[in-house]
């Protein structure tokens, strides 16, 4: 058996691995990106201006690191097929994303001075603080986000309606926050919505989903 054979089938006896193998490895490329990186191209447009800041919506944005942390899990045991969807789609969204900011930095000019004193305004200086106003077109928030949001809607799971109506909406919440609590441009989020829907034609096919499934544990 040779060396790829052998890769093969550990990732497909352990496939929890794929996504704890990958994830290292962005959060290493996103660093460096972070701090190779200059922004030479700021991102805006007259949108932008008429969307007000709100704290709140750092409930919604910080549900995206609740979803990748559950999303692959709940995949993994009751569709697995969707879960290599997910991350075919995610994993090589968010790596294209990296190099399209080598290719084109670019950055932000939209944060305003937070005054406010509460816990949702604290947590938004909190996040500010560890996530800079680079690096931001297209959005891997949102990207991902599309892309766990088609995964659930897919899955066995998503032939419930209550389901997919779920992770529609967390989906359109999570692009608002991104907007509101002025991380993103809305040209970020139409190109992250961009990135994952190519990506989703590329890989549907090679996950299609089976026409009639149960939900049974893998």
């Not at 399209?100 to 000019?109: A, H, K, V």
Request: hydrophobic share 50%.
């Amino acid at each position: 058996m040779s060396v790829r054979e052998r890769i093969l089938a550990f990732y497909r006896r352990y496939p929890a691995m794929i996504a704890l193998t990958y994830f290292p490895f962005y959060l290493l490329g996103f660093v460096l990106v972070e701090q190779v990186v200059e922004p030479r191209y700021i991102i805006w447009c007259p949108l932008d201006d008429l969307i007000p800041f709100c704290e709140y919506f750092i409930v919604p944005y910080a549900t995206w690191f609740v979803e990748l942390a559950v999303i692959p899990l709940l995949l993994l045991q009751y569709d697995r097929k969707q879960y290599y969807y997910l991350c075919a789609v995610m994993f090589t969204g968010m790596t294209l994303c990296l190099g399209l900011y080598l290719i084109f930095p670019n950055g932000l000019d939209l944060r305003v001075e937070i005054t406010r004193q509460n816990i949702f305004a604290d947590l938004v200086r909190l996040i500010q603080a560890v996530d800079t106003p680079t690096n931001v077109c297209p959005s891997i928030h949102v990207a991902s986000a599309m892309a766990m949001d088609l995964a659930i809607c897919r899955s066995v799971l998503g032939q419930r309606r209550w389901v997919r109506m779920l992770a529609n909406s967390v989906f359109v919440l999570i692009c608002l926050s991104t907007v509101f609590l002025k991380q993103h441009s809305v040209i970020d989020i139409f190109w992250g919505v961009a990135v994952t829907a190519v990506l989703h034609l590329v890989f549907s096919r090679r996950f299609m989903p089976e026409p009639t499934q149960e939900l049974v544990h893998s």
